[in-house]
């Protein structure tokens, strides 16, 4: 354990004033680290800094896509399920919530709203729920767009 290198002193006269502050004297036993050393382990930092955070990023964005892939599965699949049930497709996205199909409408994690889910008309013209997409216009990392998925 390190030592303190300087320290003050202060003495005192014996009517109860104080007389004389004593400086701290430089000691040259005392070691402390220099701006190079300093400036050494700062360059160490950022080099570790520049390496970690572009797999952190990398990792979050891929994250976000599995979160998509199975948010569309899950509502998928409870579109499939409602029209298996009642023989025809959902009005829109609440309905399958209000019945229990689903807790409650996923959020987005790429636009992060329930609002923006672009809902898919069934093929015959009628109305309802077909299909959900993303709403986001971004490119995944496989190249296609999310709002193809």
């Known amino acids: 354990m390190r030592t ?14 104080f007389d004389q502050v004593m400086l701290p004297k430089l000691n040259r036993n005392c070691r402390g680290f220099t701006l190079i050393e300093l400036l050494v382990v700062m360059a160490i930092i950022a080099t570790l800094l520049s390496i970690v955070a572009p797999r ?3 990792s ?3 994250s976000k896509e599995t979160v998509l892939r199975q948010d569309l599965n ?3 699949d409870a579109i499939d399920k409602f029209y298996s049930d009642t023989g025809k497709y959902p009005v829109d996205l609440d309905e399958l919530a209000q019945r229990r199909y689903l807790r409650a409408i996923p959020v987005d ?5 329930a609002a923006t889910w672009v809902v898919i008309s069934p093929p015959d013209d009628t109305e309802g729920v077909y299909d959900v ?3 986001s216009a971004e490119t995944a990392k496989d ?3 999310y709002e193809t998925w």
């Open 4 to 17: 303190a290198c300087a320290s003050c002193s202060i003495s005192e006269s014996g009517s109860g004033k």
């Open 56 to 58: 952190y990023f990398n």
């Open 60 to 62: 979050l964005d891929r």
């Open 74 to 76: 899950i509502m998928r």
């Open 109 to 113: 994690p790429l636009t992060e709203s």
């Open 133 to 135: 997409r993303s709403g």
């Open 143 to 145: 190249g296609t767009l």
